[in-house]
């Protein structure tokens, strides 16, 4: 997805990526493996992950926020109310 995100100098104009670990409205969740692959994804092309965690942040999915589940898996952004 990212690669047809660049120009022809190959420079990526995607600056972040807003994501819901959980869907509230839906009941489904992403996999590790997609989140972790995101993560990294992120992390080599420079884009700033954002976590939606408004509904299912502060403890509503048994951990505090739902990300952190997967121990190592950090978000540069995590959103907690609007």
């Known amino acids: 997805a990212v690669a047809g995100a660049r120009d022809a100098k190959g420079r990526c104009d995607v600056y972040a990526i807003l994501i ?3 869907s509230a409205s ?3 969740e992403c996999s590790e493996e997609f989140l972790r692959g ?3 994804l992120c992390t080599e ?3 700033v992950l ?3 965690e408004i509904y299912t942040g502060w ?3 048994g951990s505090l926020f739902h990300f ?3 121990p190592g898996l950090v978000p540069d952004v995590v959103t907690t109310s609007k």
């Open 50 to 52: 954002i976590f939606d």
């Open 20 to 22: 819901e670990p959980f």
């Open 38 to 40: 995101l993560r990294e």
């Open 68 to 70: 952190m589940r997967y």
């Open 59 to 61: 403890g509503k999915t």
């Open 45 to 47: 092309e420079k884009i």
């Open 26 to 28: 839906t009941m489904t």
